[in-house]
Nanobody, 124 residues
């Protein structure tokens, strides 16, 4: 079991940066694939980025490649999402998620652990 709590969301101007954090509790965090998803009003939840248990494997949605970076610190039981060059279309509720898989998968149905979400709003 893994419990997740996100933080770091807020309001930022286009071109700015934010860093989201996801604090996890539970003994299996260090072996859990972690991901970030987002959901904008009226849209489906979409994969943003994922990282394997060691941190050596990452995967990104095409829309955020080169702007966002996911990382994890297993000693602190925390996963991060550094978001740079933010655009208004990045506005959404961002969710941290965990999956008991070996590979970073993109469908949200593959993730069994979810945080409550944190709002990110990018103004133009």
């Amino acid at each position: 079991q893994v419990q997740l709590v996100e933080s770091g969301g807020g309001l930022v101007q286009a071109g700015g940066s934010l860093r989201l954090s996801c604090a996890a509790s539970g003994r299996t965090f260090s072996t859990t694939v972690m991901g970030w998803f987002r959901q904008a009003p009226g849209k489906e939840r979409e994969f943003v980025a994922g990282i394997n248990w060691s941190g050596g494997g990452t995967r990104y949605a095409d829309s955020v490649k080169g702007r966002f970076a996911i990382s994890r610190d297993n000693a602190k039981r925390t996963v991060y999402l550094q978001m740079n060059s933010l655009k208004p279309e990045d506005t959404a509720v961002y969710y941290c998620a965990g999956a008991n898989t070996n590979a970073v998968l993109t469908p949200f149905s593959q993730y069994g652990y979810w945080g409550q979400g944190t709002q990110v709003t990018v103004s133009s």
